[in-house]
């Protein structure tokens, strides 16, 4: 296979144990240069840059919110938003949990106070909430037309698990639960995956690129799509296990630099 392009996971496939580049990743990414390296996350664009910055490839578009929003060079490509009254229902129902809420707006990310989830999530991306009540948010949002990319919900394992009952009974028809640990759980627009979104910025920036030429790395079920749809899908070994099922490679795992192993096999 002739590898046009490159698109990787993030945490527990692109970042080390300490969840950042290691020295080795980031030459290896720097040598091939020539192929463009997209990072595609279900992390916010804020949290994503800082990585471009260390790999040299700003210029290069990111595909943010697990392809809730894709930007190239701070214009918006593509937007997927879930609406008010579905962000105002999740919101409603945590109400009367002990569940922690966090709302995603492209750069803007809006907690009702910084504890332990959202001093834990801040210390993993390297980028500040601000806290406002979630009603408020909400209410603004409303207002101004906007809505949350992702909602991100942290807390007790059953109350999570209430939760995704929930959304599966009442909201299924807009919006999806996954769960990226068994406490938290990450919920997105129904429309949008990785694949979509990959689909949608070959037609936009590389149309002579098809996904046959696509090289991605992955650990989630989120990646599941993604890595089943191009040329080669690699799960890094500490890959979900349906993850490890579907892959076309495997490769060490996101502690011992499993990205940048595979990555020397590529001229």
Not at 15 to 36: A, C, F, M, Y
Not at 168 to 186: A, C, F, G, H, W
Not at 187 to 212: C, D, G, M, Q, W
Request: glycine fraction near 4%; hydrophobic fraction near 35%; proline fraction near 3%.
């Amino acid at each position: 296979m002739q590898t046009k392009l490159i698109c990787s996971d993030i945490d527990g496939t692109l970042l080390n144990k300490d969840r950042e580049l290691s020295e080795k990743t980031i030459q290896e990414i720097k040598r091939l240069s020539h192929v463009p390296f997209i990072l595609i996350s279900s992390r916010m664009p804020q949290a994503m840059v800082h990585l471009q910055k260390q790999l040299n490839n700003t210029h290069l578009p990111i595909i943010a919110y697990n392809g809730g929003l894709i930007i190239d060079n701070g214009a918006v490509l593509d937007t997927t938003e879930i609406t008010a009254n579905t962000g105002e229902a999740i919101a409603k129902f945590c109400e009367t949990t002990t569940i922690h809420i966090s709302l995603y707006h492209n750069d803007e990310w809006y907690v009702p106070e910084m504890d332990y989830w959202a001093k834990r999530e801040q210390n993993n991306t390297k980028v500040d909430p601000t806290v406002k009540s979630i009603t408020e948010t909400l209410k603004t949002w409303r207002i101004e037309g906007k809505g949350a990319h992702k909602i991100m919900c942290m807390g007790d394992e059953k109350e999570i698990d209430t939760l995704v009952t929930f959304i599966e009974q009442n909201l299924n028809d807009e919006v999806i639960p996954y769960r990226s640990k068994p406490t938290y759980l990450e919920i997105s627009h129904r429309k949008i995956s990785k694949k979509t979104a990959i689909r949608t910025l070959l037609n936009l920036r590389y149309p002579k690129v098809s996904f046959e030429n696509i090289l991605a790395f992955g650990d989630n079920y989120n990646d599941i799509e993604m890595l089943k749809a191009v040329g080669v899908g690699v799960a890094v070994k500490n890959a979900k296990e349906e993850v490890l099922a579907i892959a076309d490679e495997i490769t060490e795992t996101n502690k011992e630099d499993g990205v940048a192993i595979f990555l020397k096999k590529i001229n």
